[in-house]
């Protein structure tokens, strides 16, 4: 696969020295952060670090080989407290480290995907932390063994804002669940415990065997226990079956943590386990949010997800999820990682718009055969989140295997990235000027691009916030995008004061419009706490467009919110939207529950 980086640098007023006022901060800091960008040149010297306060932000632009650091005030960041930044950028890596240079964690990878990342602050020596990268890193649009950009040699840019930092609580105490213990293999344990026997063999087995521990319950149901060891106060469960971050109860006075769950044998999932999550003084939805100060991978399952860049080791047990697959999953064929190059081309863009005050890249990949084949032949899909697109799921990779089975037509993929993590939570939800972005400005740009595809045969797809903008997309622009393919809607939305899931009622009340649907939701995205879920509103759209006569292909899955899913609904997706004569035979894949 040939990739060209069309990448336009911002003007270098964009990405200007730090704000005067950080040049007057002394100098007491106890947490360190260093950038380090570029690979081709001489290393230049490691400057000294630099002061930097908890609301301020640091932006500017990085020349091959060179570092930069900062220091975080300790007077108000104190030990155990929870730091809450964003990040982005691009040719850059930012990592934390330890005083004597150790990697503690990475907080973004040189692809430059912004993003919001927590950490706990650290005490004694561990306490002194800094940011630090490798060099720039490839950029794969597929697998392992996929082709890859080039590392820059360009200067590389940065913005970092560190938002907030909440102290630690005195009591780091949090109430735990008292369930009733369901697993035979814990039952038994306990047992061993009770008379005075340790959890060694117990975890030796586990290290063997791989976590979570599955254990028989049904015909169609599998009992699966989520298992940590060692926890001081508490362990909690991102991503758990629960829709919820499910706390973890011990096993007597061990060190065994659990959770279980009946499930159904077909459930695929990914987790991760957050391991003594701070207790801090903030909001409830503030404590909430702090899980993410210590989630990470969970050490004894073998199998992971989007932990590394490209075909690169993890570099720390921060990144990426463990994944659960039960037997009966339906396969994801068209997603299993690459072992030769893709054949098509991959070029990055920048795209700015005056309407909405901001630019953002635009990545166009072209099929092998595109050429060649004739504009009546021609697809086109349209997906938002492009980092997650590229980086989580192989996006030209899934479509290039379908065009090669003939379950696709030759479909181009262009993947609109956010103009930031922050401006994702505007844009997407209904934005009409976004929504006029996308339909008179980026359609247009790509018909000069060579990408002129008629609606009837242009796919606007996305997950969650992306979901509901795809239909939000097709409703005000349905002369652009003819066919919406919807991953875990965000249909719960609606404007402040109204019921939930306008979307619906939008819907319901337009003129009918030549718009097709493919609508997935996960069992585990079900309403709770009193709100609107996912799962509800998603039957709901699909109820309302049915009355209204459209042609719609719904969808549901033992799954959460989820790309370990969305990698393989977005094929089943494509293939009823674009060629649905081809999906009853894709059943044991695509079916569903």
């Known amino acids: 696969m040939s990739i060209h980086d069309r990448h336009v640098p ?54 091959p080989g060179a570092q930069q650091r900062w220091q975080l005030d300790a007077r108000q960041v104190p030990a155990g407290s929870v730091v809450r ?206 899980i993410l100060a210590t989630l990470q991978r969970d050490p004894l399952n073998p199998r992971s997800w989007a932990a590394s860049d490209g075909a690169a080791a993890a570099v720390d047990r921060y990144q990426g999820r463990s994944v659960l697959e039960l037997p009966d999953a339906p396969a994801q064929p068209w997603s299993q990682p690459a072992s030769t190059p893709l054949p098509g081309d991959l070029q990055r863009h920048w795209l700015h718009s005056a309407a909405l005050g901001n630019g953002r890249d635009v990545w166009i990949y072209r099929p092998a055969g595109w050429a060649q084949a004739t504009p009546e032949q021609r697809a086109l899909l349209v997906l938002f989140d492009a980092h997650a697109y590229l980086r989580q799921v192989p996006t030209p990779q899934i479509t290039e295997r379908m065009q090669a089975q003939g379950l696709i037509p030759p479909t181009a993929v262009v993947l609109v990235a956010n103009a930031s993590s922050e401006l994702r939570n505007t844009e997407l939800p209904p934005n009409p000027a976004f929504a006029d972005f996308m339909g008179l400005q980026l359609m247009p740009w790509l018909a000069e691009q060579g990408l002129d595809v008629p609606a009837v045969r242009t796919v606007i797809a996305g997950s969650s916030y992306g979901g509901l903008a795809s239909s939000y997309m097709a409703l005000r622009h349905p002369e652009r995008f003819g066919n919406v393919l919807s991953l875990s809607g ?28 493919y609508l ?57 939207l674009l060629n649905p004569a081809a999906l009853p035979a894709q059943q044991a894949v695509c079916q569903g529950r």
């Open 10 to 63: 911002p003007a270098p007023s964009a990405f200007g020295p730090p704000p005067s006022r950080l040049r007057g901060l002394a100098a007491h800091a106890a947490l360190g952060l260093i950038v380090l960008g570029g690979c081709t040149s001489m290393p230049a010297p490691v400057p000294p670090a630099q002061p930097l306060a908890v609301g301020q932000t640091v932006q500017g632009q990085l020349a």
């Open 490 to 517: 965000s249909y719960w939305w609606a404007p402040q004061a109204e019921a939930p899931n306008a979307m619906a009622r939008w819907w319901a009340a337009a003129p009918r419009k030549d718009v097709r649907f």
């Open 85 to 290: 930044a964003e990040v982005d950028g691009s040719g850059v890596q930012l990592d934390l480290q330890d005083a004597a240079g150790r990697h503690l964690r990475r907080l973004l990878r040189s692809d430059g995907v912004g993003e919001g990342v927590s950490w706990q602050a650290q005490a004694g020596e561990q306490l002194v932390l800094h940011w630090n990268a490798q060099p720039a890193i490839a950029y794969a649009s597929g697998g392992a063994g996929a082709g890859q950009l080039p590392a820059q040699a360009t200067a590389g840019h940065y913005r970092i804002e560190i938002q907030r930092a909440w102290p630690p609580r005195a009591d780091p105490s949090v109430a735990l669940p008292n369930k009733p213990l369901q697993s035979p293999r814990l039952q038994a344990l306990a047992g061993d415990l009770e008379r005075g026997g340790t959890s060694d063999a117990f975890w030796q087995e586990m290290a063997k065997s791989g976590t979570p521990l599955v254990e028989p319950w049904s015909e169609k149901e599998r009992l699966v226990t989520f298992l940590w060891r060692g926890a001081q106060h508490s362990v909690r469960l991102f991503g758990s079956p629960s829709g919820n971050h499910e706390s973890l109860q011990r096993l007597g006075n061990s060190d065994v943590w659990w959770s279980s769950f009946v499930m159904p044998s077909d459930a695929r999932l990914s987790y991760g386990m957050a391991p003594d999550v701070p207790n801090i003084e903030g909001t409830a939805i503030e404590q909430r949010r702090s």
């Open 520 to 576: 997935d939701a996960g069992l585990y995205e079900s309403a709770r706490g009193g709100q609107a879920g996912i799962l509800e509103t998603s039957r709901e759209l699909g109820d309302v467009l049915r009355a209204q006569g459209y042609r719609v292909t719904q969808r549901e899955h033992s799954t959460g919110h989820d790309y370990v899913h969305w990698q393989g609904s977005i094929a089943c997706g494509l293939v009823a």
